[in-house]
């Protein structure tokens, strides 16, 4: 073994004589020093040569352009931040310039080399970038043949070759030493500039395509996860407090660009498959979906509640028609004691307040056929409110809450014009029914029991009073001795009035004065009638009806009597005035 490497040696030495230029050179013998290191005549070092193994430790290593070849695999180098600019041990020391090498396939993390890293330079797309993709002059991968213009056009693409993670990036606060917060930390970042205005063309910051075929599973197009390891911090639409968490931030400029204008829209939502023979495209089975769990608050029972959509007063809700009509719904409440809540339950529509209190409410139930409708009125017509449903005739039915509570009509100063108080456990009611041409409205009395009287009176000293001449036919018989049609009856005493007379009925002993002008006219008691005087309207003798069994008794006065004697039969013709007395057969003078 000594006498091979004292070969090599010496063979080495031949190769290390000085020669002139371009000339050959015969080397001297080189040497072995004691640390194993083959060194040549002048210094330089080929290697090392120890334990029966040389290794070549050359101060420089050049490798040939087109035509090398060799195994280069198990080559490492040792990161030095002393190292040149530009070289693999300064780069492979900072971490912010590189990271290294994976070894799935022909996949790299990151790289930043002082001048373009040229995979492939196929004729016209010199500086392109591809790793695990086909050549697009020689053919096309797997991802241009189902998505044309996409690698094909791209300055640099990555094709993942075990189908996992085609393209990672990475970032953590606590890396950045120089210019912490200074645009924040971004693990991935795109920008576009739409600059062109000869050949106006789309600018996407990003774009992205996630293509499901049949009987695939999930498919997502963007998935992000905002992991909150911290406290919990609430945000309102007023101001973002530090170490709030979000899942998306959209926003419109920049406060570094004084021209910056409003932007069209945060979140487009789009039918992207309108096209020739398909009028129906491929439309979105769901705009927003919020999963039954996704707001904190809400659970998958339906319990409880969580702010899904937040904002100011003044932002509305906008539905609008192709030929501009709108419609919307918001809210420009700006106090507490003011706020309002509209609710859908398993009850039906519920409006309240802050405080949960209801404020208007619609129930529902099951097999529902019948409604309301208010109908608005324009200047000079009032609105409408409106029974609507299925069925021909619709009924509506006004109902207080408890036993006590009242229906008061009132005008737009708050003044009571008409009021109606049921009674608890009410069974007797009034009907108030209209009447077609010719025929008389009525108010009745109705009701459970056979009989219902009608009561109307006065507050206090109060009367009822009429603007018109009163007439009252009704139908039923008197409670007063028989008295038919009318009954004016309080407490025992009353009239009856019915076709033939007018009866007054009073207890036994009772007593009755009838004033005329404040003065007494009339005294009704329960044995006769008393009146300072009474005054006939006179008539001739021949007008005098026919004295019979029903006329007896009946006094009256003539105008025209001759000679009229007490009890003496009446003759006319004459000028005297005086009373007459139908005896049941004949008239007489009295």
């Not at 695999?73 to 931040?81: A, L």
């Not at 945060?266 to 996704?294: E, K, R």
């Not at 409604?371 to 207080?400: E, H, K, N, Y």
């Not at 005087?533 to 026919?546: D, I, K, N």
Request: hydrophobic fraction near 35%.
């Amino acid at each position: 073994m000594i006498r091979s490497l004292r070969f090599l040696v010496a063979t080495a030495a031949l190769l290390v004589v000085v020669l002139p230029l371009h000339a050959d050179q015969i080397l001297a013998p080189a040497r072995i020093d004691n640390s194993s290191k083959i060194v040549l005549p002048g210094g330089p070092t080929l290697g090392l040569w120890s334990g029966g193994k040389y290794t070549s430790q050359p101060d420089a290593l050049q490798i040939k352009g087109t035509g090398s070849s060799g195994d280069v695999s198990g080559m490492s180098v040792t990161p030095s931040s002393g190292a040149a600019s530009g070289s693999l041990a300064k780069l492979l020391e900072a971490p912010t310039q590189f990271d290294g090498m994976t070894t799935s396939g022909a996949l790299l993390s990151r790289l930043f080399a002082p001048g373009p890293l040229i995979s492939e330079a196929p004729s016209g797309k010199a500086g392109i970038l591809r790793l695990g993709g086909a050549n697009p002059d020689t053919g096309k991968d797997w991802l241009e043949t189902e998505i044309p213009y996409s690698s094909s056009i791209a300055q640099g693409s990555v094709l993942a070759l075990k189908g996992r993670i085609g393209l990672l990036g990475a970032s953590r606060t606590s890396d950045n030493t120089t210019t912490p917060g200074a645009q924040g930390t971004q693990g991935v970042a795109g920008f576009c500039l739409n600059d062109n205005a000869t050949v106006v063309s789309s600018c996407y910051g990003f774009y992205g395509e996630a293509r499901r075929k049949s009987g695939a599973g999930f498919t997502h197009l963007f998935e992000g996860n905002t992991i909150n390891q911290g406290s919990v911090v609430p945000v309102t639409p007023y101001g973002v407090a530090q170490g709030a968490t979000f899942g998306y931030w959209s926003s419109c400029g920049r406060g570094d660009l004084a021209d910056s204008a409003a932007c069209s829209a945060a979140y487009a939502i789009v039918n992207n498959g309108v096209n020739g023979g398909n009028s129906v495209g491929s439309p979105w089975l769901t705009g927003i979906h919020f999963g039954c769990n996704s707001i904190q608050g809400v659970d998958c029972t339906g319990a409880g509640t969580g702010a899904a959509l937040q904002m100011t007063p003044g932002h509305l809700l906008k539905w609008m028609s192709s030929t501009g009509g709108q419609a919307t719904f918001g809210s420009t409440v700006t106090t507490d004691a003011a706020a309002q809540n509209l609710r859908f339950t398993n009850s039906g529509l519920l409006f309240s307040n802050s405080a949960g209190n209801p404020l208007f409410t619609v129930n529902t139930n099951t097999n529902l056929a019948n409604g309301l409708t208010l109908t608005p009125g324009p200047v000079g017509t009032p609105p409408i409110l409106t029974a609507t449903g299925a069925d021909a005739t619709i009924p509506f039915i006004f109902r207080t809450s408890g036993t006590a509570g009242s229906f008061d009509f009132q005008n737009g100063a708050g003044a009571e014009a008409f009021k109606v108080s049921p009674v608890a456990s009410g069974v007797n009611y009034v009907l108030v029914t209209g009447a077609t041409t010719t025929i008389s409205p009525s108010v009745t009395a109705t009701g459970s029991d056979t009989n219902v009287n009608l009561s109307m009176g006065g507050k206090g000293t109060g009367q009822i009073v009429t603007t018109s001449s009163l007439r009252i036919t009704p139908s039923q018989t008197g409670a007063a001795g028989g008295i038919t049609k009318l009954d004016l009856w309080n407490g025992g005493y009353g009239f009856g009035v019915s076709s033939s007379a007018l009866d007054y009925v009073a207890p036994a002993g009772a007593a009755h004065t009838f004033y005329v002008g404040g003065a007494a006219a009339v005294k009704i008691t329960s044995t006769g009638v008393s009146t300072p005087s009474v005054a006939f309207t006179a008539t001739t003798v021949a007008a005098l009806p026919t004295c019979n069994a029903g006329t007896q008794d009946t006094i009256r006065a003539v105008s025209d009597a001759t000679a009229p004697t007490y009890r003496g039969a009446l003759t006319g013709g004459g000028t005297i005035r005086t009373p007459v007395y139908c005896d049941g057969t004949s008239w007489t003078a009295h």
